[in-house]
């Protein structure tokens, strides 16, 4: 026998940005909602796995990334009053990227005109050069460096712990350890047998979204690959070292691999990582599977992005962060370029590990934007990474607004008081 519930609108995805969207909804308008999360509490991944860094729109492309962009730039204040109200950790760090040569300098330069095209003003970034960056940062070793001091660090995963609540008091119902076993007839069949009726799906399921986007005749034409970001963490008194995130300028831009950070958390710990070992899936927190893996890049293989297993550079760089994987030495070597002072010895505890799931174009080319796709009551959220987090509040609003103005949803007349003003978020597009 199925049970079947009905609901306006059901939410694939109980991480940062399916939990904002639910808030909104519950917030805003009188459908009822559901969220459907597998696991047995939310933001239970990359929501949770990541630097907690609050990151401000200066590297991000005002052409192609506009919407992002502006979610970033908005919603660190919406999250600060928000992290202060509810007393959850709120860091000021401040971000320094760094330029090791000319060339890295003049990305900098370019950084900059992009900052001040998606918002910052002119007391927010300030490029420094070498010795500047000394006088801020002793221990630290670049050619230049762009300062944004309105970065800063929290706990994205407290958070949508309490946008949840407030949500859930709202009205929204969420079906946790719950997994979709299928779509059919506007209906989602969970495991337990369970259907869910709607009239309106809404998938951002992180890893996992592509997948379910196809399950639906779209987005085939992508592939996907997973990433597994590995950390170590610094012992005291060594921490004290840099007192400011540092990230350097990407060497490979158009891969997803990252030059090692150096990560003030909002709890007190540092970190030094990532690298960007190819996983099986989007919960291989440690360990490799093999046999797993291998079906991965099959199916890679005979599907439409298999160029991008055919490249070399790839297929190099792939190798380079297997090894820093397996080995500690290398990944304090990579740091020690910028901040030459630490030690392997100074790290012995593993970091937060995290996973990406970037998109693979056709042509085996790594997609940079965020993908929304439409079909007949669904929208699918799908390359939906950083900043992701630092956006979730404004682009969810975004996302709730464009929903309001095709007609799929209507704002209530008797809202609900919601945390943060939608309609000045809206205003500021």
């Given amino acids: 026998m199925i049970f079947v519930l009905k609901f306006d609108v059901v939410i694939i995805g109980g991480g940062i940005l399916g939990t904002s969207l639910s808030y909104w909804i519950s917030a805003l308008t009188d459908h009822t909602v559901c969220v459907i999360e597998k696991e047995n509490h939310v933001a239970a991944h990359a929501s949770s796995r990541n630097t907690g860094v609050v990151h401000s729109p200066f590297y991000l492309d005002p052409q192609k990334k506009k919407k992002i962009a502006k979610a970033a730039l908005l919603s660190h204040d919406l999250w600060q009053d928000y992290a202060q109200g509810h007393h959850i950790s709120w860091k000021d760090t401040g971000t320094i990227e760094l330029a090791l040569d000319e060339s890295q300098h003049r990305t900098l330069e370019k950084y900059l005109k992009w900052g001040h095209q998606n918002g910052l003003v002119d007391n927010d970034l300030e490029l420094l050069n ?86 639906f005749g779209l987005a085939k034409q992508y592939s996907s690959l997973h990433f597994r970001g590995e950390y170590w963490q610094i012992d005291e008194p060594n921490a004290s070292l840099v007192g400011t995130n540092i990230y350097t300028v990407a060497k490979f831009p ?36 093999m046999s797993k893996l291998l079906s991965k890049i099959s199916e890679i293989l005979s599907g439409s992005s298999k160029k991008l297993l055919l490249n070399s550079e790839f297929l190099s760089l792939v190798s380079k962060e297997w090894k820093s994987s397996i080995s500690k030495n290398n990944m304090i070597n990579r740091v020690k370029e910028f901040i030459p002072k630490i030690k392997p010895s100074y790290f012995t505890t593993r970091g937060t590990a995290g996973i990406r799931t970037p998109i693979i174009t056709k042509e085996g080319e790594f997609l940079a934007e965020t993908i929304e796709m439409q079909s007949d009551h669904s929208l699918h959220i799908i390359n939906y990474n950083s900043p992701g987090a630092t956006g979730a509040p404004a682009y969810s609003a975004f996302l709730v607004q464009q929903l309001f103005d095709s007609g799929v949803m209507h704002q209530s007349k008797n809202a609900k008081p919601d945390s943060w003003n939608f309609a000045k978020i809206i205003d500021s597009l």
């Avoid at 997994?179 to 951002?204: F, P």
């Avoid at 158009?254 to 919960?283: Q, Y």
């Fill in 130 to 215: 070498s010795e500047q960056i000394k006088q801020r940062e002793p221990n630290v070793k670049c050619h230049s460096g762009l300062y944004c001091k309105k970065d800063a660090s929290t706990d994205y995963g407290l958070l949508t712990e309490q946008l949840f609540q407030e949500s859930q008091q709202n009205g929204t119902r969420f079906l946790f350890s719950s997994t979709m076993k299928k779509i059919q007839n506007h209906a989602v069949i969970l495991s337990n047998g369970q259907s869910l009726e709607y009239d309106h799906l809404i998938n951002c399921a992180g890893g996992h979204s592509l997948s379910i986007a196809k399950k």
């Fill in 254 to 289: 158009k891969f997803p691999f990252l030059d090692p950070h150096w990560i003030k958390r909002s709890d007190g710990r540092t970190e030094i990582g990532p690298n960007a070992v190819p996983v099986s899936d989007p919960e291989a927190y440690s360990g490799l599977n």
